[in-house]
């Protein structure tokens, strides 16, 4: 018995390439070389059975032989030490907001839905506002440099969860997928056959339905035959597989669009929706990457809206990029998006308060929006840390003779 625990808790450790290892010296497979390309450091031992592509008794073998011949070792996790963060006074971050953390972590296994804290009939523009508004508090960027302990693990965990949350909600396919999902069980069996002669319409229709409670309803009363549920999984297998392939050819877009498909497919795989987190969060740093590169150059008047179009999606995954929020603002100045450019402004201001540039643009935002004083009071905090500033000179007199005007 003792034996058998210790193999299963040695399946659950995580393999990795040794530092010895010379690929030059290794004769595999492309079978074998597919499952050592999954090899990250990251992935454990059961999971890589389940992604090889082959029968996990071969995996077992290939990983086994080459833990003998020592160009991969293994990193078993031991039970018991991932304890809840105490609260900790001495950190970079409020007790408040630690208590916070720990209150929302405990709140990951709550529905996309009950996560983001919108309703099931929430629309794009709800999800993406309310996904905004957490990052604002649990982006893990925003705690850059600043001492958070254990808190660093926790907020890596909500987030990768508020994206995984923003991602399938945020897809029409894949959000049917998991609302069809939500309090219903993987179906196994077909759901058993209604009364002869009871119509649909008529059951339990005391009071009016909303669109939303009908089909929930429908959904109850017509459940998935296992011979459609079999052949969904072996489609999502194969989406899966596809994009697993994509990510090892470093084409990262294309890989998250196949696991998304496999998600829409199988929503109730864990395995899948962790996965995809992990390739859509590399996918949209290249992608951000590349569309900033392209477009910076070309942004001028004939496309400042389209340009402030792209930066709201580029703020979508990278929030609390001060340099972003900052370029956004000024656009929206430039549209005359006023309200957009405050809100703007100010979370460039609150990611980077000592930046200068940054204060005046927030300055600027609040005279369009008629808030002189607190202009002013932003002008004479980016002249203290830049006093040679010309163009801030210039904005605090013009704001000075505006109100003695006034």
């Not at 309310?130 to 958070?148: G, M, N, Q, V």
């Not at 084409?251 to 390739?279: H, K, M, S, T």
């Amino acid at each position: 018995m003792q034996a058998g625990a210790e193999q299963s808790e040695r399946e659950q450790g995580i393999p990795q390439l040794a530092e010895s290892w010379d690929p030059a010296n290794t004769s595999l497979s492309p079978t074998e070389g597919f499952l050592l390309s999954r090899i990250d450091g990251h992935t454990p031992w059961t999971q890589l059975r389940q992604i090889a592509g082959i029968p996990p008794n071969e995996v077992d073998e290939c990983i086994e032989r080459w833990l003998t011949e020592g160009f991969v070792t293994l990193s078993v996790k031991r039970k018991n030490k991932t304890e809840r963060p105490q609260i900790d006074p001495d950190l970079e971050i409020a007790p408040e907001l630690q208590q916070q953390i720990l209150d929302f972590e405990a709140r990951l296994g709550q529905s996309y839905f009950e996560l983001l804290s919108v309703s099931r009939d929430a629309d794009a523009d709800e999800i993406k506002q309310a996904y905004f508004e957490l990052s604002k508090t649990y982006h893990p960027d925003r705690y850059f440099r600043r001492e958070i302990g254990p808190y660093s693990g926790c907020l890596d965990r909500i987030f990768r969860k508020l994206v995984e949350a923003y991602e399938l909600l945020s897809d029409p396919a894949t959000r049917s997928e998991i609302e069809r999902s939500l309090g219903e069980p993987r179906p196994e069996l077909p759901a058993p056959p209604r009364p002869a002669g009871q119509p649909v319409a008529l059951i339990e229709t005391k009071k009016k339905l909303t669109k939303r409670e009908t089909l929930d309803r429908l959904r109850r009363h017509f459940k998935m035959p296992e011979s459609v549920m079999a052949e969904r999984r072996s489609s999502a297998a194969e989406f899966y597989k596809t994009g697993l392939i994509a990510v090892h050819r470093a084409r990262w877009q294309e890989g998250a669009q196949c696991v998304r498909l496999a998600i829409a497919f199988d929503p109730w795989n864990d395995e899948y929706r962790a996965e995809f987190v992990e390739i859509q969060v590399k996918s949209h740093r290249e992608r951000v990457d590349q569309l900033l590169d392209e477009n910076r150059a070309g942004w001028d008047e004939s496309n400042v809206g389209t340009a402030l179009q792209l930066l709201e999606k580029i703020l979508a995954y990278r929030p609390t990029d001060s340099s972003v929020n900052q370029e956004a603002a000024i656009l929206a100045l430039r549209s005359s998006a006023n309200d957009r450019a405050l809100e703007f402004a100010e979370a460039a201001c609150d990611l980077e308060p000592d930046s200068a540039p940054i204060r005046l643009t927030l300055a600027k935002a609040l005279r369009r929006n008629g808030m002189r004083e607190k202009a002013v009071s932003n002008l004479k905090k980016a002249q203290e840390l830049d006093p040679k500033n010309a163009e801030i000179r210039a904005e605090l007199n013009e704001l000075r003779r505006a109100s003695r005007r006034s």
